[in-house]
């Protein structure tokens, strides 16, 4: 059987349900040390954390390039092992104050080819993307921090960060196929620092302070930038 949607909601470290394709499985009172191992075929994942402050990781199993990922809580979930989705992947972070990684344990398995959305959700929350992550279809992130954003390859589906509070910084070349987004019109600047190239089909930044861009920054379509209550600055772009 092969699933076009599977969906987890976690109670607590514990218990929770699984929707597929619309039938529900309850689990309670699983070993937090076991977990689960997720064999089934899908087209979507997705995952929500319980609403409690946590540390949530998305990353590959012990085994690399099997094509299995790993999603794990220190406090909110089970450890899930499963097949990787062949379209899309969504984690949300429930109400909690949550540091999220994208990349935990050497990275994505090789074979991810998924888009991936990551909500922080309610609370204070902030998303790391580890440098080395394959390519992925599209990616979208909101939260409240965002980390310095490592080299990037994004497909057609694009990249659009939201930071509701913080900065994004990018240290390390996008190359994305589609469009790029970046939005911080709640937040504070958009910084591209020297030596880190961004390249997507249209570039769209939202900046409430300062757009600072010290490397090149090209949009094959075109670039718009909205930059409300800062500066542009732009050095050896």
């Known amino acids: 059987y092969a699933a076009s949607n599977v969906n987890y909601s976690f109670t607590n470290q514990t218990d929770g349900t699984i929707t597929i394709d619309g039938r529900v499985i309850s689990f309670d009172d699983l070993s937090v040390g076991v977990g689960g191992f997720d064999l089934l075929v899908?087209?979507?994942?997705?995952?929500?954390?319980a609403g409690?402050?946590?540390?949530i990781t998305f990353g590959d199993d012990a085994v690399a390039n099997d094509n299995v990922d790993r999603v794990q809580s220190t406090t909110s979930s089970i450890v899930v092992?499963?097949?990787?989705?062949?379209?899309?992947?969504?984690?949300?972070?429930?109400?909690?104050?949550?540091?999220?990684?994208?990349?935990?344990n050497a990275g994505i398995d090789a074979q991810f080819v998924a888009s991936v959305t990551v909500d922080g959700e309610a609370g204070s929350d902030s998303i790391t993307l580890v440098a080395g992550l394959p390519t992925i279809s599209a990616l979208t992130t909101t939260s409240d921090y965002i980390s310095p954003l490592p080299a990037l390859t994004i497909g057609a589906g694009g990249i659009s960060i939201t930071s509701n509070v913080g900065s994004i910084v990018v240290n390390g070349s996008l190359a994305v196929s589609g469009s790029l987004l970046f939005d911080t019109?709640?937040?504070?600047?958009?910084?591209?620092?020297?030596?880190?190239?961004?390249?997507?089909?249209?570039?769209?930044?939202?900046?409430?302070?300062?757009?600072?861009?010290?490397s090149s920054v090209?949009?094959?379509?075109?670039?718009?930038?909205t930059d409300t209550s800062g500066e542009f600055l732009l050095i050896n772009g």
Do not use: C, E, Y
Request: proline letters at 1%.
């Open 52 to 55: 409690t402050s946590d540390t």
């Open 81 to 104: 092992d499963f097949i990787s989705p062949t379209s899309s992947l969504v984690l949300n972070g429930g109400s909690g104050d949550d540091i999220i990684t994208i990349g935990s």
């Open 185 to 214: 019109l709640t937040g504070d600047n958009i910084i591209v620092n020297s030596g880190a190239a961004v390249s997507a089909a249209d570039v769209t930044l939202k900046a409430r302070h300062d757009v600072n861009l010290s």
């Open 218 to 225: 090209s949009g094959t379509n075109g670039i718009s930038i």
């Open 42 to 49: 899908s087209t979507n994942r997705s995952f929500q954390f």
